[in-house]
């Protein structure tokens, strides 16, 4: 798995600016061993990834409203230590790779006291529904435009 | 609770189909007490109302296509005998109230040994997007049509 | 429904601190018509019940080490307002009910725009396992010093 | 992520049976693109593995009674088609590796027409709760004996 977490890159290396989303070890995110479900971790993963849009001004609703959408072709993640009830993490996701039409998110799931619980992988389109809601999705070219939003500074 | 299980009806009792749907207890369903995690029931209610409808030609896609929607106004459970992991069941459910323009859906959660482990209500508008997808949904009047399809013969 | 929410109590009414959990709807809290997958209320009042317990120093990890758990006999919600992706929420709970070896819930989601989105209420019963990890749960009387911890001042 | 899927393994290639599990599409588990929500595909991975080791007599509550596990050191899915509410799929999963002390399961969601909607690999630790419910869990070796129970003939 390590590998593809280090995967060559289509371009010159991007530095993103780092989103941060809270997210803490709910009971009913555990399953009988006492140790979070894993589906839990791409649930956050998913959620990060807007709220890094959401950080740049391309939040939740206003992408709704304008009809895109950020699907997924990929998505996987290492657990390296088993979170449990009641840890208080936080998720850091940047944008590891722009292409044309797509872009790789990659996060990481950090417990308070540093120890790194999971990194993941999400590899998305950048889609709009063209004729409306409800119509079909179609790959959108990335403009620089939005690039430049998540550009360290 | 039991209360509102046998609440009275608006209308002279409704004989209706019962619909089974299969649901078996997985593990990520359950907690770290080693039971089920309780809103599970709750996504079992939901699938089994529209597998209801679904078994009178109201699929899933049928009703997306053509608009419906069953948004809800109110669920509850009882929760009877804990489920556990492997437990295999079914979600007897039938319609229990017809109002103007809602109606009840009353389900049972049965385990494989003729065990009640759960009881629910979900008390749903019948409603439509009225100017297509992603617009506003509206209440509809039920219209007796709709009411057939699900009384016992 | 509301019948249940304004049930007389089994004693003289308990003036409950308010616990107060942040919650956001996320994209995949969201259903086909757009607005919040009504079973997301009820992971929220669990993980809202643990929050309650937690600000009174009975966080998940102590219930757990001590074998103290709170499995739920009953749960409902009214669906007042529908919640949509990226709705900034509370939860506010409180005890509202203290029997002998049970008591409830109530939780009100409020949107940051102060608008009700859902009420909501838990029958809980006070458990143990009394013999360690993975033995039974018994139901245990629920001392004063308990009821105590959640008595606003 | 393809690379991963056809990754060389340790040892030469297991003929392993192959699990089917029943898998459909509801309201529920999809999103306001009226697609599924991806995570969802992980938790059927999950009980489609544990549904496979039910196959061959390790069924969940044998499992848990006699304290093994299968903890995930990693996991990932290539989403190929988008599945869509009331779509009838099956996950078909068989055992790819065998590690000293891991093992890999892949699977493949195919709707009822015969597309495969999605691939996934995952990668787990062969473990047990040495101490009996609640107490640490340790990688185990795992045995000819087991390995055998998913030997294809």
Redesign the interface.
């Known amino acids: ?1 390590g ?2 977490l280090n995967a060559p890159m289509d371009e010159p290396e991007f530095r993103s600016i780092v989103g941060v989303m809270r997210a803490d070890v ?3 995110d ?6 979070i ?4 971790y ?2 956050w993963f ?2 990060a990834t ?1 709220a890094l849009f ?1 950080s740049v001004g391309r ?3 206003t992408m ?1 409203e304008s009809g895109y ?1 950020m ?9 390296v230590t ?1 979170a ?3 840890d208080r993490c936080e998720v850091h996701s940047r944008i590891t790779r722009w292409g044309g039409k797509s872009f790789d998110v990659t996060h990481e799931v950090v417990r308070a006291d540093g120890t790194t619980l999971a990194r993941g992988l999400e ?1 998305r389109v950048w889609g709009r ?1 063209v004729s ?4 079909p ?1 179609r790959g959108q070219p990335i403009a620089e435009d939005l690039k430049a939003l998540f550009r360290a500074t």
Do not use: N
């Open positions: 798995m590998a593809m709910s009971w009913g555990c399953d009988p061993a006492g140790i479900f894993y589906p839990t791409f649930r998913d959620a807007w959401g939040d939740l609703r709704i959408c699907p997924l072709v990929g998505a996987q993640c290492e657990f088993p449990e009830p009641g590899k529904h409306g809601p409800g119509s999705m």
